[in-house]
């Protein structure tokens, strides 16, 4: 009796304890993920991982990179610890963005000419200008410009191409190309020269706003050329019309090509007739040339004619340039609609009335 008393009274203190125990613990249920006073509650005697997880602080949010991204991993092994930056590798760190590493814009370079004929095969600004078109022949169009003149169009090539090769970091007195620029202002009196001068002012440019930046120069593709080649028109007198015998001029604009070779190897044709011997030059002044011509005689009636004017490979036309009129009827001197002249006309003779 004494024995099953006692057994009561240990069991009851057991179960009073572990109900104090977990009324403690739970705060009646309440903080338990499922909620309040149900049966289904669970109560665990010692602390484990998941009360712990429950009961400790939210860990700090992770550092972010001005790209936005955390600055840093940490290993899965560690939940409660805050992330941390991990250091680059040696070796490895990105440098600082600066001038040499930046890309640049590379300045345009001389759009095309159209190309010089160069039928005497002796350098001129215009051929010359021609072999600068390639970029990675500088050097080669520097060694045959001459280095003392003081022609406007040979000194802005010689600037060009030494600030073709300073800017690509081969060689070049930037120097010289600034005094140069400023000196040709205005000089230049060709397409192709302004076309250079242009372009070496975009060179100058580019080393203002980069002065230890190089880069690689390249033809130009798809520009429009620097010279629109033709005829401008034909002069007769005023009337739009000559005879054959009369003399015309032929005014050519922006000539790509030294002006001396096409007297010399080029052809001027007058309605599908090529004149005779070399070409006349009436006037010069930069690209501009007029020329003096004498119209041939046509066979057939009055008509409008076309002009044409070839050398080498390049042959320019103004269709519909003037009208040849028929000749003029000459006449020798003293000659009239009349009897013809050294004709004499006698009357009737008188009659003897004494017979024979």
């Keep these: ?15 009073g304890a572990v109900a104090v125990a977990a009324a403690a613990f739970t705060g009646g249920g309440r903080g338990m993920p499922h909620g309040g006073g149900g049966d289904d509650r669970i109560v665990t005697v010692g602390p484990s991982q998941s009360a712990r997880s429950l009961a400790a602080p939210a860990p700090p949010a992770p550092r972010q990179s001005p790209a936005g991204e955390a600055s840093g991993t940490v290993a899965p092994s560690t939940p409660d610890h805050p992330r941390t930056a991990t250091p680059a590798p040696p070796g490895r760190s990105s440098p600082a963005p600066t001038s040499v590493n930046r890309l640049l814009v590379s300045p345009g370079w001389l759009p095309s000419g ?8 002796v350098p001129d600004p215009s051929s010359v200008y021609d072999v600068l078109r390639d970029p990675h022949r500088c050097r080669a169009a520097l060694d045959v410009i001459p280095k ?50 242009a372009v070496l002012g975009a060179l100058l440019d580019f080393h203002r706003r980069h002065p230890a930046g190089t880069v ?34 032929v005014e050519l604009r922006d000539t790509c090509f030294d002006q001396s070779e096409l007297l010399r190897f080029g052809s001027l044709s007058i309605g599908g007739q090529q004149l005779a011997g070399p070409l006349v030059a009436q006037s010069r002044s930069g690209d501009r040339l007029v020329l003096s011509a004498v119209v041939p005689s046509l066979d057939g009636s009055p008509r409008t004619v ?5 050398y080498g490979g390049t042959e320019v036309r103004l269709p519909d340039a003037f009208t040849v009129a028929a000749p003029a009827v000459v006449q020798s001197p003293g000659e009239s609609s009349g009897t013809p002249q050294g004709v004499l006309t006698l009357g009737p003779l008188p009659v003897d009335p004494s017979g024979p």
């Excluded at 159209?114 to 095969?121: G, K, L």
């Excluded at 629109?228 to 000559?242: M, Q, W």
């Excluded at 076309?306 to 070839?310: C, D, I, K, L, N």
């Design 148 to 197: 003392a003149s003081a022609d406007p169009e040979w000194r802005v090539l010689r600037a060009l191409a030494t600030g073709c090769l300073a800017v690509q970091g081969w060689s070049g007195d930037w120097t010289t190309v600034g005094k140069d620029h400023a000196e040709l202002a205005g000089t230049l009196g060709t397409c192709k020269g302004q076309a250079a001068y």
């Design 1 to 15: 009796m004494t024995v099953s008393l006692g057994m009561r009274i240990s069991g009851l203190l057991v179960a």
């Design 216 to 249: 690689q120069l390249t033809p130009s593709a798809g520009t429009a050329p620097a010279c629109a080649y033709g005829i401008s028109g034909v002069g007769t007198g005023g009337d739009g019309s000559a005879q054959p015998g009369d003399t015309v001029t």
């Design 306 to 310: 076309e002009v044409a004017v070839r």
């Design 114 to 121: 159209p190309d010089s004929p160069n039928a005497d095969s």
